[in-house]
């Protein structure tokens, strides 16, 4: 879990765009936690293959929601700041947009 | 995280086709849960949204691959041994699998 | 869009899975065919990105169902004989299923 | 394949974000175009089930390729021109940004 000295530079003394829906994604966040803990119950108690999949798979549906919500705090925030303020910063933004919607769509 | 009567009835006396695998799942499934846990607290630091999502991509990944280990072992286990035993049951099964499977398309 | 040799003997003289739904799967792919071709002609017309995105996303979530069905059909049909007549070839059969839902999952 | 009035109207004139790649996307989807017709062909000549379904991967595959370089040059085009002139249609643009990803994403 590293972050590139750039991206450290250039964010730390600034909000990031999800700041207006922090208390949001971490309530979400606390639940994915707790999904994947009764998953591992699931495990420990020899609970049926299909059954513990079901689980997996909504919580892995949960966590993209996330990143969707997080998607859209980025483009509403920084995004658009960067777009408004400074062209150069803008050109980066979408780069790294672009890398994250890679990563995001596995490939 | 509720499981049908019928799959706990025909389930509830036998080992879950991934017993062989118990270990190595927990172990994954802890480790992501640890990574839920890193996320959290990357938005609880107002660290940059990207930085962030990257994490997202990496512990969605990570439940994608216990996803297709308990898959390789339900196929191996459960699958196998119902079409060598019992030609209902092996129905049954490979119904299941494939409304399993279409849920982990995101069907 | 090769086939490895290994395969090619093992399988050339018999009927694949999805021999059953053949037709079904053709007239899928016919359709999928023509959502690119009109996916094209949106492009050279200038479309909004947005509506044109709306289209590509159908005719992905068009491919995975045929891909799923392949999968029921493989199953069913390949799968099962396999774990009934030869266990070697059961075991071949189970690792190639893994790596495919490997690739379809794009781990 | 239908577009809202909505979006016909406020686009109708305007060249789309992707103008710049048009020839590059275009090529792209002449090419899925042929990898279609070739699964076509496989399962016409009753190609095996697992060797269909690595050819489908593949063609999924580059079906999210070109989402993901219309998508970055939507950003890059029409959501950038948005910000800079009109905050109204940039809010419009943020919400139909984050409904594409939901549709990409499978959510």
Avoid: W
Wanted: proline share 3%; with cysteine; charged share 25%.
């Amino acid at each position: 879990m590293t972050t590139s000295p750039a991206t450290a530079r250039d964010h730390q003394h600034q909000a990031p765009g999800y700041a207006g829906h922090k208390a949001d994604h971490l309530a979400r966040l606390n639940k994915i936690e707790g999904q994947i803990r009764g998953i591992s119950r699931m495990v420990t108690d020899d609970r049926y293959c299909i059954d513990v999949l079901t689980q997996i798979t909504a919580a892995s549906r949960a966590l993209q929601e996330v990143a969707l919500g997080l998607l859209d705090d980025h483009v509403r925030g920084c995004v658009d700041n960067a777009v408004r303020t400074d062209p150069d910063q803008a050109e980066q933004k979408f780069t790294e947009l672009n890398d994250a919607l890679r990563r995001a769509l596995r490939l």
